[in-house]
């Protein structure tokens, strides 16, 4: 990492009214606009994400906001991680010109009252388990392309599902921001990197490796010709549940448009599984193709 105190050019911006003085100056030099929404405590999965950002577009933007309306009540949004000084460092190392970070007061200030609802596929997998969290993902996103009117905004496919959630509110809202879908970058061990393994113990840590170990192991067997859904889906909940310390919220095979559950392996379908450790929401997922 860089030292911030000798070379410093990333502009760290705190406001909507400056945010959107600099979009304003952008747009009149017809210059493309990329965003890439965080809720910070940056890893090499979000730097990817800058990174395709830079090639393709001539002014980056990450924003970092830990958006209290998508954490439930008894979720962990006071100690999710965050460290502004070092996220700056990673994100201007990766290509970005600013980072957004505005205050939760900025951003909801008092007698907020307005939000932005996906329906059907937000009751499914994350949304059945965590009521509400849709609504304050398409909020904030929606705010934050109202702000800097991205033409491109770049998502993991970590949170596939939420790729998906947004794609259907582009399309729904007619909004003009290209979604660029990227891949999952993982840990060399296969953990999907995450902002909240740091909240995992060395013991937990080791145990998490079963999600990526299981979902290998699925394509795996479809590659050797499995094309029961069902079998895939007991047979990496029954790994999962080898490790006591696991709590499953859910395992699925779902079609990958409409999150519908499928049964037989034909085209793309998206094998998702959420799982507790400890107090450790971990999410993980793969596409897989039959032919
Ligand atoms: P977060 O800060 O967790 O809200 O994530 C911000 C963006 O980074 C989202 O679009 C995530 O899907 C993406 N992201 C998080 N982890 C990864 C990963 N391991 N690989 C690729 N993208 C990721």
Do not use: W
């Amino acid at each position: 990492m860089k030292n911030r105190s000798s070379e410093n050019t990333i502009k760290i911006i705190k406001t909507i009214t400056e945010m959107k003085e600099v979009i304003k100056k952008y747009k009149k030099m017809n210059l493309s606009i990329a965003l890439v929404p965080t809720m910070g405590y940056l890893h090499k999965g979000h730097l990817s994400l800058i990174e395709k950002a830079k090639e393709n577009n001539d002014v980056v933007v990450v924003s970092i906001f830990v958006n209290p309306t998508q954490f439930g009540e008894n979720e962990d949004y006071g100690v999710y991680p965050r460290n502004l000084e070092r996220d700056s460092c990673l994100s201007e190392e990766a290509g970005a010109d600013y980072v957004f970070k505005p205050s939760v007061e900025e951003i909801y200030p008092k007698g907020y009252n307005t939000y932005v609802k996906v329906e059907k596929i937000t009751d499914k997998l994350c949304g059945a388990s965590r009521p509400g969290h849709f609504r304050g993902v398409t909020t904030i996103v929606n705010k934050l392309f109202n702000i800097i009117e991205p033409n491109r905004a770049y998502f993991g496919l970590k949170d596939a599902q939420q790729v998906l959630v947004i794609m259907k509110m582009v399309e729904d809202l007619n909004l003009s921001t290209e979604i660029i879908p990227c891949p999952i970058i993982r840990e060399k061990d296969g953990l999907a990197m995450s902002s909240r393994n740091v909240n995992l113990t060395k013991n937990e840590r080791q145990i998490a490796l079963v999600l990526s170990k299981s979902l290998f192991e699925a394509k795996d067997k479809v590659k050797a010709g499995e094309r029961d859904l069902d079998k895939i889906v007991s047979n990496i909940k029954a790994n999962i549940h080898n490790e006591p310390e696991i709590t499953i919220d859910y395992v699925e095979a779902v079609n990958m448009l409409n999150l519908e559950r499928i049964k037989l392996l034909e085209g793309k379908v998206l094998i998702a599984i959420a799982v507790k450790i400890a107090k450790v929401r971990l999410i993980d997922n793969i596409i897989l193709e039959g032919n």
